[in-house]
């Protein structure tokens, strides 16, 4: 079992920066890529960004591209999600996920609890 653990989440105002973290705790968390995905009310929960085991390699969906950034430190077995430029629409539930490297749910077995992040104008 791998523990996921969100924090960062809170209130800014459009234009603003948060970072979010997750720490990973339990069987071998530092072996998984890791993922953060949103979900707002009444939608699907959607991927944002990967990054694989060494962190070499990123992915990220088209609308935060050059606004988010994925970050991993592999001694801490912590992933970060670095988020600037904030605006409206990334008002959403984050969660930290651990798995396989991949954009769909499906590809995480681990999932954090999840941290509210709210974007107000």
């Known amino acids: 079992q791998v523990q996921l653990v969100e924090s960062g989440g809170g209130l800014v105002q459009t234009g603003g920066s948060l970072r979010l973290s997750c720490a990973a705790s339990g069987r071998a968390g530092y072996s998984y890529a890791m993922g953060w995905f949103r979900q707002a009310p009444g939608l699907e929960r959607e991927f944002v960004a990967t990054i694989g085991v060494s962190g070499t390699f990123t992915y990220y969906t088209d609308s935060v591209k050059g606004r988010f950034t994925i970050s991993r430190d592999v001694a801490k077995n912590t992933v970060y999600l670095q988020m600037n430029s904030l605006k409206a629409e990334d008002t959403a539930v984050y969660y930290c996920?651990?798995?396989?490297?991949?954009?769909?749910?499906?590809?995480?077995?681990?999932w954090g609890q999840g941290t509210q992040v709210t974007v107000s104008s």
């Open positions: 996920a651990a798995g396989t490297y991949g954009t769909k749910r499906t590809d995480y077995a681990y």
